[in-house]
């Protein structure tokens, strides 16, 4: 079942010697507002879109899935640097604890439900995790000292969308894209969110309520200009099931 409704927000140089760098720290856990990065490298080439989806290999993400399942299972502890260091493997963590609690709710609506969700299904939306996770495009930020460059990571950028539509109720966020050149301060982006939606929601309230809270995320955290914020409900998941229909 698809429904595919659209919508349209508007959204309301540094010149830093090269041999000036200031790395402020490097990206972000979801729950954080902002990540800072390095400096930017005036004489980099400039990508307007992201580059077409790789295929994901766990050997080339230091931290494997199963590692991060038995993470969480142990409650994060004891602390492990690898994972709680790194700003792909702690997107990845935060992705997979929303799973599971949707996965929580679902069961507690329908006391009858048997099956465990799709492994499939859960495994196909942490695959896209893991590739949205990884840092992508430098997205430059205002600074007060035009001695430094400060950047969000595109990577950031998504763990901030994935969490905002996680957060609308039946609405499970299986990937995201963002379109435009974001290297260029004040230059329009566009974002596509897909997603899954539990069975029996209203799918065209569903979108708008993903697209308000991504869009309301984006403007309170990010300096992008947003000239649209495009949802597509592309899936749809059983409650009596917990998984993918």
């Known amino acids: 079942m698809s429904d595919r409704p659209h919508g349209t927000d508007h959204a309301h140089e540094d010149p830093t010697p090269p041999d000036v760098p200031v790395d402020l720290g490097e990206a972000v856990d979801p729950g954080e507002s902002v990540d800072r990065g390095g400096a930017i490298d005036p004489g980099a080439p400039v990508d307007a879109d992201p580059a077409p989806d790789e295929v994901v290999d766990a050997a080339d993400d230091g931290v494997s899935p199963e590692r991060l399942v038995d993470y969480l299972d142990a409650g994060r502890q004891p602390y492990d640097p690898e994972i709680e260091e790194s700003p792909e493997a702690r997107a990845q963590l935060a992705a997979l604890e929303r799973l599971r609690a949707m996965g929580a709710r679902l069961l507690e609506s329908d006391a009858e439900a048997s099956p465990a969700p ?14 949205e996770s990884r840092a992508g495009r430098q997205i430059p930020l205002a600074s007060i000292d035009e001695r430094s460059t400060l950047h969000i990571t595109e990577g950031a950028v998504r763990a901030l969308i994935r969490e905002a539509g996680d957060g609308v109720d039946g609405a499970m966020v299986i990937s995201c894209t963002i379109h435009g050149d974001v ?30 809270a991504v869009s309301s995320s984006l403007s309170r955290q990010t300096e992008l200009t947003l000239e649209s914020v495009d949802v597509v409900v592309d899936d749809v998941h059983l409650q009596s099931e917990g998984g993918a229909a």
Not at 118 to 131: A, F
């Open 183 to 212: 290297s260029v301060p004040g230059a329009l982006v566009r974002v596509e969110v897909v997603v899954s939606g539990l069975f029996g929601e209203p799918l065209p309230a569903l979108a708008e309520a993903v697209k308000s």
């Open 118 to 131: 799709d492994p499939s299904w859960i495994s196909g939306v942490m695959d896209r995790v893991r590739l």
